[in-house]
């Protein structure tokens, strides 16, 4: 039985995408026949499991590096203690891979890096800026893994100096609630608002809204920073995380979900509650760059709208689409969410983790 072990800062119960994806992705290779680690931050319980007992959570940036310090100790204290074929590192925290490797070399075990977020250019966009200035270091750094793991077509094209497999995220939710919509138009945003995200395409739409008096609710759920730049606004509801029965039944009675990328960081991070909205059948209203990986999506298979923020007319051309939704809406969101759900038909779990088998087979044989 092939031991492998999983690398990254969140894992569940604690929030965090790539944690909920890390867990996921355990689950699936266990059901394969792996025997499957993890390490990560937070405090956690079981046999398979190596935590540091601190570190989760929303983290100011002075806090990373012992985060970081922390779990490359405790990857050696692993490597010391338990035996690994193959070590799948996340991108959280950013760079951990560099020290990963290190230990790696020494045991002669396979790294996978899978990419969620592109760093350290993302820096640029998040912050510290000067780190960004490291990607050149990192970019030889990672030419010793043996499989570099990407999660969308614009991010592949970042790493087009590498060898990559391209596995999209697949809907971690395959339930589905029957659509119920509100009395009135409602978009709702679940997840983490940070400084990748283009809040102020948000707070520009919702101004722009409530001049114009269109009846719209926007409903706002999860954490970050940037989630209380949207408080203050009278159509706009912000709370805190919800749990599965309660996101499901938000996204059921959305008109929309949204979801809002900084220019500067398409193709370096991929919205990846995107792809589990679709797959439940509620369309996707994107503010981001046209041609990115979601907008292109959404432009050329429907499954709901895309607005580019760097378009001098952008604002009244999302108004005017969103008063032709008011017009036929009940028609409107019928059709969208089955564009939704066929376009989110290519991200099939079965598949997803099936290829996650080859590469491991490919890496470790």
């Not at 970050?224 to 730049?229: L, S, T």
């Not at 995107?274 to 990115?292: D, E, I, M, R």
């Not at 378009?311 to 809406?329: F, G």
């Amino acid at each position: 039985m092939t031991k492998v072990t999983l690398i990254n800062r969140v894992y569940p119960p604690h929030h965090g995408a790539s944690g909920f994806y890390v867990a996921d992705l355990k689950q699936g290779l266990e059901e394969r026949g792996f025997n499957v680690d993890v390490i990560t931050a937070g405090c956690h319980s079981g046999k398979d499991i190596c935590s540091l007992g601190f570190g989760v959570g929303q983290l100011s940036f002075w806090m990373y590096p012992f985060v970081y310090v922390g779990l490359i100790v405790l990857t050696l204290y692993h490597a010391l203690t338990r035996q690994t074929e193959a070590y799948i590192v996340a991108t959280d925290p950013p760079c951990l891979v560099w020290g990963v490797l290190a230990i790696a070399k020494v045991k002669s075990v396979p790294v996978i890096y899978w990419s969620h977020d592109v760093y350290p250019e993302l820096f640029k966009v998040t912050g510290p800026a000067f780190l960004s200035q490291l990607k050149g270091l990192h970019h030889k750094i990672i030419k010793g893994c043996s499989a570099i793991v990407v999660i969308g077509q614009d991010m592949q094209k970042v790493y087009e100096s590498h060898k990559t497999d391209m596995i999209y995220n697949w809907p971690l939710i395959e339930k589905k609630h029957k659509r119920a919509l509100n009395d009135h138009i409602t978009i709702s945003y679940t997840g983490t608002l940070g400084l990748i995200h283009d809040v102020d395409a948000i707070k520009a739409f919702v101004m722009h809204c409530e001049k114009n008096n269109f009846p719209v609710q926007f409903k706002i759920s999860g954490g970050g920073r940037a989630a209380n730049d949207l408080k203050g606004f009278r159509s706009v509801n912000v709370e805190g995380w919800l749990s599965e029965k309660d996101y499901l039944e938000r996204l059921a009675e959305s008109d929309f979900t949204t979801a809002a990328l900084q220019s500067e960081a398409s193709g370096l991070s991929v919205p990846s509650k995107c792809n589990q909205a679709l797959a439940l059948g509620c369309p996707v209203l994107y503010f981001g760059n046209a041609h990115s990986q979601v907008g292109s999506w959404l432009y050329e298979q429907g499954g709901g709208y895309a607005f580019d923020p760097s378009q001098s007319d952008w604002l009244k051309t999302a108004l005017d689409t969103m008063e032709a939704y008011q017009k036929t809406r009940e028609e409107k969101a019928s059709a969208l969410s089955k564009q939704a759900i066929k376009l989110s038909s290519q991200w099939d779990r079965d598949a997803a983790l099936n290829e996650w088998k080859k590469i491991l087979q490919r890496v470790v044989l």
